[in-house]
């Protein structure tokens, strides 16, 4: 390498690390008391200490879950309907807009809203027959959390294939142009979200492009990561959905165990790997930033 290309460090992300790690948390809390905990509490005090009926407790805890992911949706989709030049994915330029100018906007919406927009979909018709039944199915309720993962999960699979044969994109997959080599899952999901999500637009989806295209180390990074992401998801909350509807026998409204494993497992999974997925990240940015010394 010569001195006049010579970097001394990968192509930065730019992101302010402490107050992103906060909000993350508070977050992600936010949604395991929400989507499993208090479910889980409910189920037991307003059944067993006040003896409410079922069709009741059915409802509560379908008006309950998904609430954050709800808004978290809507308030991306106000993003991209808002600012989407900010918002919108790379490959998503005011050209290809202009191919489409009475929906500019809806045409710049990142994969990742699509994927939530049919996983909770899912979850949604699943609350919605869970409780409007005759006989309010306490087996439909308890795979709402699994089928959301479930969803998320293929969809994460499905891109990991695609990068593993070095399949080209049919269509827009995020920055990813029509055309282009696939990336891993795992890649798409992040960028949206901390362009979105976490605010940073289109300056961070520069970022981590050309992260991606000058750090071997960093493409490693996430092609090892997604996979255990996707592969176990599948694996997990699969089984785990398979389990819930074994144990569960809506004729006599019997099923705890299954509704427990419905609310708890897929989010001890969730959280588990987000751990593991710090340690690894932390681990492999840092042989990252050894290997560009050592190859400058």
């Not at 879950?65 to 809507?74: K, N, S, T």
């Not at 790379?90 to 809806?106: F, G």
Request: charged residues 15%; aromatic residues 12%; glycine residues 6%.
């Amino acid at each position: 390498m010569s001195n006049s290309s010579y970097i001394s460090s990968p192509p930065a992300l730019n992101l302010s690390s402490k107050s992103l790690r906060k909000t993350a948390i508070l977050w992600l809390l936010f949604i395991l008391f929400e989507n499993s905990l208090i479910p889980i509490a409910l189920f037991f005090i307003l059944g067993d200490i006040f003896h409410v009926k079922l069709w009741i407790i059915y409802t509560v805890i379908a008006s309950i879950w998904g609430f954050a992911l709800y808004v978290q949706f809507l308030i991306r989709l106000w993003k991209f309907l808002r600012r989407w030049k900010y918002y919108r994915p790379l490959s998503s330029t005011e050209t290809n807009s202009d191919q489409n100018p009475s929906h500019p906007r809806l045409y710049s919406l990142d994969t990742t809203h699509w994927i939530l927009l049919v996983a909770l979909s899912i979850s949604i018709a699943e609350l919605i027959i869970a409780t409007a039944l005759t006989t309010p199915s306490i087996r439909v309720l308890s795979v709402v959390n699994q089928s959301m993962f479930l969803a998320l999960s293929i969809a994460v699979f499905i891109l990991d294939v695609g990068s593993w044969f070095a399949m080209r994109a049919t269509f827009r997959v995020s920055s990813i142009a029509r055309g282009e080599p696939l990336r891993p899952g795992l890649y798409t999901l992040v960028e949206d979200v901390m362009a979105v999500d976490a605010g940073y637009g289109l300056e961070f989806r520069g970022h981590i492009n050309a992260r991606w295209k000058a750090s071997p180390s960093f493409r490693l990074l996430f092609q090892r990561l997604s996979p255990l992401w996707s592969v176990s998801g599948i694996a997990v909350n699969g089984v785990c959905l398979g389990v819930s509807i074994v144990l569960i026998d809506d004729t006599h409204g019997k099923g705890e165990a299954g509704f427990v494993i419905g609310f708890a497992v897929p989010y001890v999974w969730a959280f588990g790997l987000i751990i593991i997925s710090v340690a690894v990240v932390k681990s492999s940015l840092q042989k990252e930033r050894e290997r560009w010394s050592e190859g400058g």
